[in-house]
């Protein structure tokens, strides 16, 4: 099969294509049910599929789906890896845990964000502090979120954007863009207020499925930042420290720190490694987010503003929601064979240079 067959066109061919690689990789299947529904009445699940020693050592553990949408993206790499033999040939005291839509309601929903509106990698915090503030994003608030998707009003808040990045440099815009808040929960970028149900099933699956290893190496696949098909992986911790230094020698120049300045990603707080960091004290524990190129990202802002106002009004029963959820897919995966496969074989590259650092 052409590793362009393993990409879905939705949540509910894209679970059941990975959950059939899956028992044909004689993994070991779980499944965490979501309490709502996808859109055609379906069962929305995070699963897990694992193959190696259930008390291995060392434990490679792949991503989809954080932000929903992009699990197209996710889940099809997921699945390419499972049925070919990359999935077949681990180094010996080493498993192999793929976990299947994290968020899988914004993936059946084609929504970056999940069920709340929330940006699940905001969403990793101590909620019981005050949360981070966000004064860009307050500043831009009426550019961010758009009366409406008209092309006046996406014109002008275009203008608003291209003003306060000329004043204050194109980091400080993409901070106020991408940073998170807390303040606005029908805003684009939304944090939450609470462990959401997808941040406490992650921690529910790594305490079972991760706990017992001494090393832990995970890949989240992100897409929408970044040239077309192009891959880095993000790290949240600075290069002086030691994940840092592990992904540069393990993955080289593509590892970027959100800490030191020189990542496609802004600096946010409350992303996945955290969970990872709090829920795995006392092991090695390598977290990062492999980011793929889609289309720019003027495109992608306006698909999630567009995703925002129709969240705004009516969701999926509003008559443009099938233009919406169009927009906001093919800003976040690129439907081209082309795309498909080249971020595939960064992901393999990029996990069995993994499999060989855990040896190390």
Not at 3 to 25: G, M, Q, V, W
Not at 124 to 135: I, R, S, V
Not at 289 to 298: A, C, D, H, N, Y
């Amino acid at each position: 099969m052409s590793t362009a067959s393993h990409f879905s066109h939705s949540y509910n061919e894209a679970r059941r294509r990975f959950l059939d690689a899956a028992r044909r990789a004689g993994a070991v299947l779980s499944a965490h049910e979501h309490p709502l529904k996808g859109p055609d009445g379906e069962t929305l699940a995070t699963d897990i599929a694992r193959i190696g020693p259930a008390d291995a050592r060392n434990i490679l553990g792949i991503g989809s789906g954080t932000h929903g949408v992009e699990g197209y993206c996710g889940s099809g790499v997921q699945t390419a890896l499972l049925s070919e033999s990359f999935a077949r040939n681990l180094p010996p005291d080493t498993a192999l845990v793929l976990i299947h839509a994290i968020n899988p309601y914004g993936f059946a929903f084609d929504r970056r964000v999940n069920e709340d509106n929330v940006d699940l990698n905001r969403n990793f915090l101590d909620h019981t502090k005050p949360h981070p503030e966000n004064p860009g994003y307050e500043a831009l608030f009426d550019a961010i979120n758009p009366r409406d998707i008209s092309p006046e009003a996406l014109a002008e808040s275009r203008e608003k954007l291209k003003a306060y990045a000329e004043k204050h440099g194109h980091g400080a815009m993409q901070h106020a863009l991408s940073a998170g808040q807390y303040t606005h929960p029908d805003g684009v970028q939304f944090g939450g207020l609470k462990p959401v149900w997808s941040n406490r099933t992650l921690r529910a699956i790594l305490r079972a499925e991760m706990a017992a290893a001494a090393r832990v190496v995970f890949v989240d696949i992100h897409s929408g930042l970044g040239a077309r098909g192009a891959g880095e992986m993000i790290c949240t911790d600075a290069e002086a420290s030691g994940s840092f230094k592990r992904m540069r020698a393990w993955w080289g120049e593509i590892v970027r720190s959100t800490v030191d300045g020189d990542s496609i990603s802004s600096n946010v707080p409350g992303s996945i490694p955290v969970c990872f960091a709090e829920e795995l004290k006392g092991r090695e524990v390598t977290a990062g987010g492999l980011e793929f190129g889609t289309v720019p990202i003027r495109e992608v802002t306006v698909a999630l503003q567009a995703d925002n106002w129709l969240h705004q009004n009516g969701g999926h029963k509003n008559p443009k929601a099938r233009e919406v959820a169009k927009l906001i897919r093919d800003a976040f995966y690129v439907d081209a064979d082309d795309w498909k496969e080249t971020v595939t074989a960064q992901t393999r590259d990029v996990c069995a240079a993994a499999l060989r650092g855990l040896q190390s």
